[in-house]
């Protein structure tokens, strides 16, 4: 089992930045791909950044890329997304979730290669 606690949430205006963190309990945290997601009431859940168990791979949604960066300390069992220059466009709450476990050392966008999800933290930002 693994859980995940997001933080670093908050209210921001547009060209601000904010950093997201990820902490996860267990044992298996530097054996797991990891991910976020953001969600707005009504629309499907997007992907926005995922990094391989080893780091040494990452993804990123064209809506974010050069903007934000995903990175893990797997000493701590926590994963960050480090958001610059925010738009309004980029309000939503957001999530971390951690893959089931998959041998290959890969950055995965899919939500459904992912089985453990945190509750979220909302970021706002306003224009």
């Known amino acids: 089992q693994v859980q995940l606690v997001e933080s670093g949430g908050g209210l921001v205006q547009a060209g601000g930045s904010l950093r997201l963190s990820c902490a996860a309990s267990g044992r298996t945290f530097s054996r797991r791909s990891m991910g976020w997601f953001r969600q707005v009431p009504g629309k499907e859940r997007e992907f926005v950044a995922a990094?391989?168990?080893?780091?040494?791979?990452?993804d990123y949604a064209d809506s974010v890329k050069g903007r934000f960066t995903i990175s893990r300390d797997n000493a701590k069992n926590t994963v960050y997304l480090q958001m610059n220059s925010l738009k309004p466009e980029d309000t939503a709450l957001y999530s971390c979730a951690a893959d089931a476990g998959w041998p290959t050392d890969a950055a995965r966008r899919d939500p459904a290669e992912y089985r453990y999800w945190g509750q979220g933290t909302q970021v706002t930002v306003s224009s």
């Open positions: 990094i391989s168990w080893s780091g040494g791979n990452t």
